[in-house]
């Protein structure tokens, strides 16, 4: 076994003496084992003990100040790109340490299958489909976005005594009339739009897409570098409060230009200074080589913002999340889910999750509880202290409970919706219909590939799930007509 590859533990427990709660965290961590093709090690093969990892418990009794919150997401990153995931091919140490130093999630969803409508139910803690802007999947003009009145993380946490910035990718509209300067982050430097050419920052339509506040900022270094000197500075500060950072890379996605392509960035900007979007959308380029250098260097950014969180003696009381805001596109490893961006299959919303809280979360443990982006905007509003507005409830449900008290969340069900597709997931079952129209039912414990649709099988579940899922839709805005 290769030093990148997950190890997990092997201690036997009686299933019967489980709560359901840890019973779904050994079910998590078993089929994070099966994925990636490896069996348990035995004790004479394994690693030093405490490098293993354990099913997640609440380390009760610790105590800290309320968090800062570094939220990291990376771009069209898929479920196992990760080493710590199962990739064969991708190293990626700094993010696989920041897992083994707190808990590694295995079944961690997204908000939605592409890009705007994933940050919508971070930003807001509800589906997309409740907003306006949130029916873009995603946004590619200028018509819609999320609107200044809704509360967000940023601004409910601003209200309860923190600071707030977002350094990278917005894609939740444009100027003038959406900022993240106007939704609760006092302090923006980035990209507003979906995708950027890394070198020249000219987005999809030809426009130079790199801004301080609101005003533009010139810089054609490479942006995965520019985000990680801002967000190293951004943590080194002298922060009289605590803070919340999103911090947001464009990596891996689309153009595939890792550092040093000048040549192809040069004619990529030819293109889209031609007129044409194909250039940025890079069809005709790319490889799983360079795709592996750009999630590589991803991990790199990371760790470079890790390093400066050290430097500034904030590490003990920070919460550092990473995550990616869909599942992966045309070069990503995504063994053995189906489907990828776009798609409500798992490979299209089942994302890499990670956290660590050293005052409060011991390290080297797995979760094999099902969790989704409003989810975390819950639970980071409660560990701040910041109370969600009633006017606009949550759809997410807060996991301090589970992390800080061994609590044992209720029961609920995940939804996804996009335009011709559904999901829904229910303990192990998952109900999905895809472009076909035809109702499937898988047990991901058994299938996380999605193939034995057991809709014959189980009628009266399938029924249960798609009348479940119907009422949650019955409450969203509906998909403008012709859109």
Same mark, same amino acid.
């Given at each position: 076994?290769?030093?990148?590859?997950?190890?997990?533990?092997?201690?036997?427990?009686?299933?019967?003496?489980?709560?359901?709660?840890?019973?779904?965290?050994?079910?998590?961590?078993?089929?994070?084992?099966?994925?990636?093709?490896?069996?348990?090690?035995?004790?004479?093969? =394994?690693?030093?003990?405490?490098?293993?990892?354990?099913? !997640?418990?609440?380390?009760?009794?610790?105590?800290?100040?309320?968090?800062?919150?570094?939220?990291?997401?990376?771009?069209?990153?898929?479920?196992?790109?990760?080493?710590?995931?199962?990739?064969?091919?991708?190293?990626?140490?700094?993010?696989?340490?920041?897992?083994?130093?707190?808990?590694?999630?295995?079944?961690?969803?997204?908000?939605?299958?592409?890009?705007?409508?994933?940050?919508?139910?971070?930003?807001?803690?509800?589906?997309?489909?409740?907003?306006?802007?949130?029916?873009?999947?995603?946004?590619?003009?200028?018509?819609?976005?999320?609107?200044?009145?809704?509360?967000? /993380?940023?601004?409910?946490?601003?209200? =309860?005594?923190?600071?707030?910035?977002?350094?990278?990718?917005?894609?939740?509209?444009?100027?003038?009339?959406?900022?993240?300067?106007?939704?609760?982050?006092?302090?923006?430097?980035?990209? !507003?739009?979906?995708?950027?050419?890394?070198?020249?920052?000219?987005?999809?339509?030809?426009?130079?897409?790199?801004?301080?506040?609101?005003?533009?900022?010139?810089?054609?270094?490479?942006?995965?570098?520019?985000?990680?000197?801002?967000?190293?500075?951004?943590?080194?500060?002298?922060?009289?409060?605590?803070?919340?950072?999103?911090?947001?890379?464009?990596?891996?996605?689309?153009?595939?230009?890792?550092?040093?392509?000048?040549?192809?960035?040069?004619?990529?900007?030819?293109?889209?200074?031609?007129?044409?979007?194909?250039?940025?959308?890079?069809?005709?380029?790319?490889?799983?080589?360079?795709?592996?250098?750009?999630?590589?260097? /991803?991990?790199?950014?990371?760790?470079?913002? /890790?390093?400066?969180?050290?430097?500034?003696?904030?590490?003990?009381?920070?919460?550092? !999340?990473?995550?990616?805001?869909?599942?992966?596109?045309?070069?990503?490893?995504?063994?053995?889910?189906?489907?990828?961006?776009?798609? /409500?299959?798992?490979?299209?919303?089942?994302?890499?999750?990670?956290?660590?809280?050293?005052?409060?979360?011991?390290?080297?443990?797995?979760?094999?509880?099902?969790?989704?982006?409003?989810?975390?905007?819950?639970?980071?509003?409660?560990?701040?202290?910041?109370?969600?507005?009633? =006017?606009?409830?949550?759809?997410?449900?807060?996991?301090?409970?589970?992390?800080?008290?061994?609590?044992?969340?209720?029961?609920?069900?995940?939804?996804?919706? #996009?335009?011709?597709?559904?999901?829904?997931?229910?303990?192990?079952?998952?109900?999905?219909?895809?472009?076909?129209? #035809?109702?499937?039912?898988?047990?991901?414990?058994?299938?996380?590939?999605?193939?034995?649709?057991?809709?014959?099988?189980?009628?009266?579940?399938?029924?249960?799930?798609?009348?479940?899922?119907?009422?949650?839709?019955?409450?969203?805005?509906?998909?403008?007509?012709?859109?």
């Amino acid at each position: 076994m290769t030093s990148h590859e997950p190890v997990y533990s092997n201690n036997s427990t009686d299933k019967a003496s489980l709560t359901r709660r840890a019973f779904g965290t050994v079910v998590g961590a078993t089929a994070a084992t099966a994925a990636v093709g490896l069996s348990a090690a035995p004790a004479s093969a =394994a690693p030093a003990e405490d490098a293993r990892e354990r099913p !997640f418990r609440a380390a009760r009794g610790k105590h800290s100040r309320r968090p800062n919150i570094l939220f990291i997401l990376g771009d069209d990153l898929g479920w196992a790109d990760l080493s710590s995931y199962g990739s064969p091919h991708i190293h990626t140490p700094n993010l696989d340490r920041l897992g083994r130093e707190g808990v590694r999630f295995t079944d961690a969803y997204s908000g939605s299958a592409t890009c705007s409508p994933t940050r919508f139910s971070l930003y807001t803690g509800r589906y997309p489909g409740r907003t306006k802007g949130g029916l873009a999947e995603p946004i590619a003009d200028r018509s819609v976005g999320l609107e200044p009145t809704h509360p967000t /993380l940023a601004s409910l946490l601003r209200s =309860a005594g923190y600071a707030t910035a977002l350094i990278g990718k917005w894609h939740c509209g444009h100027l003038p009339d959406y900022s993240p300067t106007k939704s609760g982050w006092d302090e923006f430097f980035g990209n !507003f739009g979906g995708a950027l050419e890394y070198y020249s920052k000219l987005g999809l339509g030809g426009e130079y897409d790199l801004y301080e506040g609101d005003a533009t900022y010139k810089d054609l270094r490479y942006y995965t570098r520019i985000l990680t000197e801002r967000a190293s500075e951004y943590v080194e500060r002298d922060h009289d409060k605590p803070w919340l950072l999103n911090l947001n890379f464009t990596t891996p996605h689309w153009p595939w230009i890792a550092e040093g392509d000048t040549a192809e960035s040069a004619e990529i900007v030819r293109r889209i200074k031609a007129g044409g979007l194909a250039g940025l959308f890079h069809a005709d380029g790319g490889s799983v080589e360079k795709y592996k250098q750009m999630v590589e260097d /991803l991990d790199r950014s990371v760790g470079e913002v /890790l390093k400066a969180l050290k430097r500034s003696g904030q590490e003990e009381d920070t919460l550092v !999340f990473f995550a990616s805001d869909n599942g992966g596109e045309r070069f990503s490893y995504q063994w053995p889910l189906s489907g990828n961006k776009s798609s /409500l299959q798992e490979g299209g919303i089942r994302v890499p999750a990670v956290l660590r809280w050293p005052a409060r979360i011991a390290p080297r443990q797995v979760s094999g509880l099902p969790v989704f982006s409003p989810d975390w905007t819950a639970t980071l509003l409660e560990l701040g202290g910041a109370r969600p507005d009633r =006017a606009y409830p949550l759809d997410g449900i807060s996991l301090a409970g589970y992390l800080l008290r061994d609590e044992e969340p209720a029961e609920r069900d995940l939804f996804w919706r #996009v335009r011709g597709e559904r999901a829904l997931r229910r303990g192990d079952w998952k109900y999905y219909r895809g472009r076909s129209g #035809v109702d499937q039912l898988f047990q991901l414990a058994h299938d996380q590939r999605e193939q034995a649709n057991r809709a014959e099988a189980e009628p009266e579940l399938l029924a249960e799930l798609r009348a479940s899922w119907e009422r949650t839709n019955a409450g969203l805005l509906p998909y403008p007509t012709g859109a």
